[in-house]
């Protein structure tokens, strides 16, 4: 019997400033998804491989020249390119092929992937699971949204499902120890640093993609 392949991956397009050099924004993200979510699977039989710019990962990596893909598409390597690049309904087909290839007959789990590049790899009949890390932050663990394009895989995903009554009892509790300290002199709105908003849902467009909250457990 064939092991499931399951194929671990961050946003290939998101470029990133180091000096003077572009790299991967995201290849770190790649290699933490593969110690929680690629440890879990290959114990559970899984065969993992994972996907982007990033050409010190060794293992069943698929590396991705991400500045090709921005030569091909006529845009700068650079942030502005990548909001851009993001603004596409679609790449062209050359472009789009060489995405959807890397995770063509697996699965994929991603770490804040942009909704162009779902589009891409759900157009190719790929199943896609995107974990979105949450904007409640103060719980005992840590939080994410999944959004998937497979009504079975959400459904699966449900039975995880946070019921945010249980935030807003621990936003109480952290409000009530808030009470004893003394305020900080800002008005509201003042500083982006101390905003956070929490939210029943994450808006995205695709309506091909179904979302659920989630604990990292």
Known sequence: MTAPRLTLTADLFRPYLVGTTWESGTWKHVRWLDGIVGTAARLGGWQVGTASWDARLRGDHHYFHTPDLYEQAGLPLTTEGWGKLLSLETLPAGIANAVTELFRGTTVVGYELPDLMCRLLDQAGIAVIDLILYPVR????????????????????????????DAALRAGFVRSKASFMTPLNLRPSSSGRFRTTVRRSISRPDASFSLAIIFQT
């Open 138 to 165: 103060f719980l005992d663990d840590v939080v994410f949204a999944a959004r998937t394009n497979r009504a079975s895989i959400h459904r699966m995903l449900l039975h995880n499902m946070l019921d945010l009554r």
